[in-house]
């Protein structure tokens, strides 16, 4: 699989990633985070899994499972922590702290290295196997958070051997080591590879959309913090003067309760707008993400956030 | 001569960077000057040297992220100027080359009449670096060799052995000039000093590799005369 990418990766990059692997090889990885579908975090373990497995690192991937109330608890604590005030209850609170306890005793946390992807599963640090290095993985912005759920999470935080950050700015204040692994795509997921006319025509008929005007596309969860809604109202502004479409693709994902209320605020806002298309896309949907941006004539990215999972 | 093989090959060691953050910004020029007076040697490195591992494959219009943040975002072009100037390994010394930094911004912000601060909320942010040495298991004893492995190694063997060969090891040399010049290399002491003297400043990575490889090109042309 590594190979697949000579072609495309700069020049000796396989063959550096091969002599790195001899350093690492046969050390034992396990991922965990809180949901195997949906979500950025989810998309890229899939395809970095078996290139770990490929270099000889005996990689795991374990998913916390978890209450109604953990989840929007988390929710919560994922909008408050990118800034955004948040009503959290002592219930939300405990839900997490069990949560993270019922998820310690079932997982299987034995592994040299864990590497611990974003608020959900912080609290897993409690039952860190003796000698283990453990990383915090943090896919969002928490430069600015809600104070109390910041304080909250902090005394979890401060007793990981590292954290890293996507972008130096969403970083928080830590006396431990703080690294940044920029956000990065696969060329080859079906998300990203190439696709010819043909192929991207043949899936925006299945999906339902014409191609007989510019299409303005915004493709996400349907999340507050991406604003859909305030898509719509932009869409709406560039419709006065030129004829276009809209589509609104996204999902939700097993970890994220506020979805479907979201879903409804967004339809409301398009009411019966023939020109706007609101998909509903399963988290395999990569191959329909990629023909839709293949024929986007404008793609948004309009987060309120600044969330890059 | 082009046949010469060394007895000491050449190794090529590329790098990686893992990059950390110290958790502290500067919202104006004055801050940045404070900042830079303090943060670790590692801190000053990384923007002024590994700049050029971040910026592989394209020339950037400052070799040094100072420079490009008083740009960029404090829009002091003439402060940007004096910084962007600079050639880091024109110093022989991380100190010496923070020294110049602070000297150069002390006396720009005392003639200046109000400290620029960031216009758009872009601080910068110091960052350090931790460079890891990756062997590559590839080893020339030719010139014909050297050119080839050169020309198709992955670029951050470029950067370890011209860049961090002169400032992190404190050789006298890049590591390329010191074994081409070797008894125990080839012994071409003049494309060594040649190589030696391939400016960094203005060039990207892959634009230090296609000089050093024309030079090797020029030699190897130069032996098959002979």
């Not at chain 1, 453990?134 to 969002?140: D, E, F, G, L």
């Not at chain 1, 988290?283 to 309120?304: G, K």
Request: glycine content about 6%; proline content about 5%.
């Amino acid at each position: 699989m590594l190979e697949n990418y000579r072609d495309v990766a700069p020049h000796g990059t396989v063959e550096l990633l091969r002599q790195l692997g001899r350093r690492v090889e046969g050390k034992s990885l396990v991922h965990i985070n809180s949901t195997r579908y949906g979500g950025g975090v989810a998309e890229m373990l899939h395809r970095l899994l078996p290139l770990f497995e490929e270099l000889g690192i005996k990689v795991r991937w374990e998913v916390m499972t978890g209450s109604d109330l953990f989840y929007r608890a988390t929710k919560s604590f994922h909008n408050a922590l990118q800034g955004t005030r948040q009503r959290i209850t002592p219930e939300m609170y405990d839900a997490y702290i069990e949560c993270n306890r019922d998820n310690a005793k079932r997982l299987n946390l034995d592994a040299e290295f864990a590497m611990i992807h974003d608020p959900q599963p912080a609290a897993l640090i409690d039952a860190r196997p003796h000698g283990a290095t453990w990383v915090w993985r943090c896919h969002i912005d928490v430069s600015t958070p809600q104070h109390s759920v910041w304080q909250f999470l902090h005394p979890f935080v401060l007793r990981y051997d590292a954290a890293v950050f996507s972008l130096p700015k969403f970083s928080q204040r830590l006396p431990l080591p703080q690294f940044l692994v920029y956000p990065s795509i696969d060329p080859f997921s079906d998300k990203n590879r190439e696709l010819g006319p043909d192929g991207i025509d043949r899936v925006l008929q299945r999906l339902g959309v014409p191609r007989d005007k510019p299409i303005l596309l915004q493709v996400s969860r349907f999340d507050r913090f991406k604003d859909p809604v305030g898509v719509v109202a932009a869409y709406r502004l560039v419709k006065k003067s030129h004829d276009c479409r809209l589509v609104l693709a996204g999902g939700t994902a097993t970890d994220d309760p506020e979805g479907a209320e979201v879903l409804a605020e967004v339809q409301e806002a398009v009411g019966t707008d023939p020109d706007v298309h609101i998909l509903l896309l399963p988290p395999t949907a990569n191959l329909e993400i990629n023909a839709l941006q293949r024929a986007a004539t404008i793609i948004y990215q309009n987060p309120l956030g600044r969330d890059l999972g | 001569m082009s046949n010469r093989s060394a007895t000491m090959p050449f190794r090529f060691v590329s790098c990686m960077e893992l990059r950390e953050v110290l958790g502290k910004r500067a919202m104006d020029e004055q801050r940045l000057l404070e900042l830079i007076e303090e943060v670790p040697d590692d801190s000053i490195y990384y923007h002024t040297h590994s700049y050029f591992l971040r910026h592989a494959y394209t020339q950037q219009l400052y070799s040094n992220d100072f420079a490009t943040w008083v740009v960029l975002y404090a829009q002091d072009r003439v402060l940007g100027e004096r910084l962007g100037v600079l050639d880091p390994f024109d110093f022989s010394d991380i100190e010496q080359l923070r020294d110049e930094i602070l000297r150069i911004m002390a006396d720009h912000l005392n003639h200046s009449t109000a400290v620029p601060r960031c216009i758009v909320s872009e601080p910068f942010e110091f960052i350090r670096s931790h460079v890891i040495e990756i062997p590559l298991g590839l080893e020339t004893s030719t010139l014909c060799e050297f050119y080839d492995a050169l020309a198709d190694v992955e670029v951050g063997a470029v950067y370890n052995h011209v860049c961090e060969a002169r400032m992190r090891k404190r050789l006298l040399s890049v590591d390329f000039a010191c074994w081409l010049s070797s008894e125990e290399g080839l012994g071409l002491q003049e494309l060594a000093l040649n190589v030696e003297q391939v400016g960094r400043l203005g060039l990207s990575l892959e634009g230090i590799r296609n000089k050093i490889l024309r030079l090797c090109d020029q030699e190897l042309a130069r032996q098959r005369t002979l």
